[in-house]
C-alpha cells in the first residue's frame, strides 16, 4: 500500500496498517523512499514456556534415561 508521508501523522491509521500486517510504502513525489514491514507474529510467552510440548515436538515419543539411571548403570560397572 502506498501512502504519503503527511500521513504518518495520522497515528491511530498508522497503527491500523500495521496490526492488519500491511506492507507500507512511503513516497515523494516520483519515487518511493522507503518501507515499513510489520514483524513476523511471534508465539506468545505461554506457548514458548511449555515445556513438556516443545520436548514432545523436538523429540517425538523418545524415552530418555535419566541421571539416576545413568549413574546407578555407571555404578554398577564397577
Known sequence: MTHRLRQIR???QFKAW???RETLEFR???SAIGHIVPEE???SPAESL???ARRKRIFGDR???TNAVLEAREDSRY
Request: charged residues 30%; without cysteine; proline residues 6%.
Open 18 to 20: 500495521l496490526k492488519a
Open 41 to 43: 507474529a511471534q508465539a
Open 50 to 52: 511449555d515445556a513438556a
Open 63 to 65: 524415552v530418555f534415561e
Open 28 to 30: 515523494v513525489p516520483h
Open 10 to 12: 495520522d497515528t491511530r
